[in-house]
C-alpha cells in the first residue's frame, strides 16, 4: 500500500495507474475505522482491484460545539488495518492540500440538505459535499463506495455526483450491525456500556416499524412507541421519506421509502435507518 499525502503525489500514483487502463475505486472516510468501513472496502474490490480510500476529518461539515477536535484519530491502527486488507493506495491529505487556503463551502446540498440532519447540523451537508466533491476531484474515481448507514449524505452525494461527475458510479454498501443490531460507526466509541444498551433499541425500532408498515403512517407510529420505552434516548426525529427523492411519504404511497431515525444517546448523537416497500 502507498501511502500519499499530498494532491502531487496522489497525481503522479494514479495517472500512471490510469496509463495501464485500471478503473479507480475510491472510499472516502474520516478514520477510525470499523468492519463498515472494511466492508465498503471489499464492495469497492467487487468492482475493480485498485482501491484508493482517504482519510481526512474534515472541518468544515462539523458545526460549532460539534466534536470535531474530539473525533478519533486513530491513524496508526488504520494504516494497519488497511495494509490488512490490501488497498492500493491510502490519501491523508492536510487542509492546505485539499482546501488551498479557501476553506469555503463550494456545493450546496439545496432544500434536502436543511431536513433531517440538515436541520440538527447546519451547513454539514454543505460542508460534506464540498470536500467529497474535492476529493472525487483529486482521485477521479470510476467508482465510489459509500454506507447505507448514512442515508441523507448518499442521496446527496448522488445528486451532487450526477450533475458534476456523471461518469461516476455512487456505490452503496449495506450498513454492518453488532449481532444486537447497533449500526457500526465510529462514535459508538463514545458510548458507555450503559448507553450502548440503550443505543441498541434504535435498530429495534426500526426493525418493529419495518415489521408493521401496513400503512406510512403505522411504520412511523409503532417505531415512535419503541423509542418512548426508551426515554434515555433522546429522539430528535422519525421519519420516513421516499428513496429517490428524500420527500415525506403520507399513507397511499407506493415504492421503496426510508424509514430513518436520529436520537441523542449519552452526549453521542446517532442515526440509523431500514428500508421498507409499500
Ligand atoms: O461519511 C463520512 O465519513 C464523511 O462524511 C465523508 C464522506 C468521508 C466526507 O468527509
Redesign the pocket.
Known sequence: MQRVTSINELNAELDAVRERGLEIAFV???GALHEGHLSLINEARRHTPFVVV?I???PL?FGAGEDFEKYPRTIEEDTAKLEDIGVSVLFTPTVNDLYRGNMNVSESAGHIGALYEGAARPDHFD??LT??AK?FEAVRPKYAV??AK?AQ?VFL?KQMAAQKFPELEIVVAPTVREANGLALS?RNRYLSEADHKVAEQISAALRIGQATSSTPQAAIESARTQMAKVPEAKLDYIALVDADTFEAVTDGFTGRAILLIAAVVGETRLIDNIEITF
Do not use: W
Open positions: 472516502p472516510t474520516m482517504s481526512f476529518v474534515n461539515q460542508g460534506m470536500v467529497v476529493l459509500f454506507g448514512d449524505q452525494v465510529s
